[in-house]
Nanobody
Framework: QVQLVESGGGLVQAGDSLRLSCAAS????????MGWFRQAPGKEREFVAA????????YYADSVKGRFFISRDNAKNTVYLQMNSLKPEDSAVYSC????????????????WGQGTQVTVSS
């Protein structure tokens, strides 16, 4: 089993930045493709970003491209999401996910999920 725990969410103003962290335990972290998803109330969960083995490759949703940046530190079993120039429409519960295939992350989601961390951006 893989356990994922997100942290770093909070309440910020439009234009501010946040960095989310996802700490993994269980099976070997470096074996997994990692991704971030978000879900706002009344909305379907949507893909945000993903990163493969060894710090790459990376993929981003068009809505966050150029503002959000995903990275990972395999020695710390942690994946990060740096969020800049935040907008009110970025407000959502952000969850990290793990899978053995980039195709699974990009097309369907992860095999394992964290509990999520709330990000709220005020105007």
């Amino acid at each position: 089993q893989v356990q994922l725990v997100e942290s770093g969410g909070g309440l910020v103003q439009a234009g501010d930045s946040l960095r989310l962290s996802c700490a993994a335990s269980g099976r070997t972290f470096s074996s997994y493709t990692m991704g971030w998803f978000r879900q706002a109330p009344g909305k379907e969960r949507e893909f945000v970003a993903a990163i493969g083995w060894s710090e790459g490759p990376t993929y981003y949703a068009d809505s966050v491209k150029g503002r959000f940046f995903i990275s990972r530190d395999n020695a710390k079993n942690t994946v990060y999401l740096q969020m800049n120039s935040l907008k009110p429409e970025d407000s959502a519960v952000y969850s990290c996910a793990a899978a053995l295939s980039m195709n699974v992350i990009l097309r369907f989601g992860g095999n394992y999920w964290g509990q999520g961390t709330q990000v709220t951006v005020s105007s």
